[in-house]
């Protein structure tokens, strides 16, 4: 006998993934933002051959940290991290998205510059970290929003 459709068990099914992913939501906010920023900190160390050939990844941590920590720290005083429904809206949560990294962005510079104690902060520098920074991050989130609303409204 063949086994046939049954929708409220592919509903169930679905509901029960939609509840995991959004368990796991902060988690991986959290992934997206700091594989965003290395590689956000990689492009701008390569593009400018700032790697170092002895030791390219410590390096690149090094620049990269600054702007992790800075980021961190406006996104959880931003709420960029809260994922309720209403949370999630697409303005509140690129919003504050938005507002974190207005934020991260001059504090990563000025933490960067201490921590690999240069006296100058270029504006060059500054203008590039808030555009193509914040660019980056911004494209993840949109991306990530917009598969967390599908997934939602599909349960």
Do not use: C
Request: glycine share 6%; no cysteine; net charge positive.
């Amino acid at each position: 006998m063949e086994k046939q459709f049954e929708p409220q068990a592919h509903s169930s099914a679905f509901q029960s993934a939609a509840r995991e992913f959004g368990k796991r939501s902060v988690i991986v906010l959290l992934v997206g933002d700091i594989v965003t920023l290395l590689l956000f900190t990689y492009i701008g160390q390569r593009d400018h051959e700032l790697i170092d050939a002895a030791n390219p990844l410590a390096g690149v941590l090094k620049a990269f940290l600054p702007f992790l920590l800075a980021w961190l720290a406006a996104a959880f005083a931003m709420g960029a991290y809260k994922v309720s429904e209403q949370d999630m809206e697409w303005r509140t949560a690129l919003g504050r998205s938005f507002m974190a990294w207005m934020i991260a962005a001059p504090l990563g510079v000025v933490l960067r510059a201490l921590w690999l104690d240069r006296a100058v902060i270029p504006t060059a520098f500054l203008l590039a970290a808030f555009g193509f920074g914040g660019a980056m991050l911004l494209t993840w989130r949109i991306l990530y929003i917009l598969v967390w609303h599908r997934v939602r409204h599909r349960a």
